[in-house]
């Protein structure tokens, strides 16, 4: 079982930012793709931010242009970031990391536990 570690979360005011981490175990060849989702009260659970190994990244409409995603390979990790700037009171959710490994026949998916992210004056 592949065990994702999430940190950065926290309670900013309107404008300010924060930096997100997620590290992956493993080889970061055997990485396909690093990914960023939130969940806020009473909705569905939605993709923030995708890093696709050798594309560039995507962004959900709702945070392109405030939030970047960035990936950091180690010798046996791989490092995601979210840099979230201008926050705004909607961007209040839970933040779950979401790694794709390649596999022999398919991709294996992991998620992370997830980190409260507030923003409140």
């Known amino acids: 079982q592949v065990q994702l570690t999430e940190s950065g979360g926290g309670l900013v005011q309107p404008g300010e930012s924060l930096r997100l981490s997620c590290v992956a175990p493993g080889s970061p060849r055997s990485i396909y793709e690093m990914a960023w989702y939130r969940q806020a009260p009473g909705k569905q659970r939605e993709l923030v931010a995708r890093k696709v190994r050798g594309t560039r990244p995507d962004y959900a409409d709702s945070v392109r242009g405030r939030f970047t995603i960035s990936r950091e390979n180690g010798k046996d990790t791989a490092t995601a970031y979210l840099q979230m700037n201008s926050l705004k009171p909607e961007d209040t959710a839970i933040y779950y990391c979401?790694?794709?490994?390649?596999?022999?026949?398919?991709?294996?998916?992991?998620w992370g536990q997830g980190t409260q992210v507030t923003v409140s004056s």
């Open positions: 979401n790694v794709k490994y390649s596999g022999p026949w398919s991709l294996n998916e992991y």
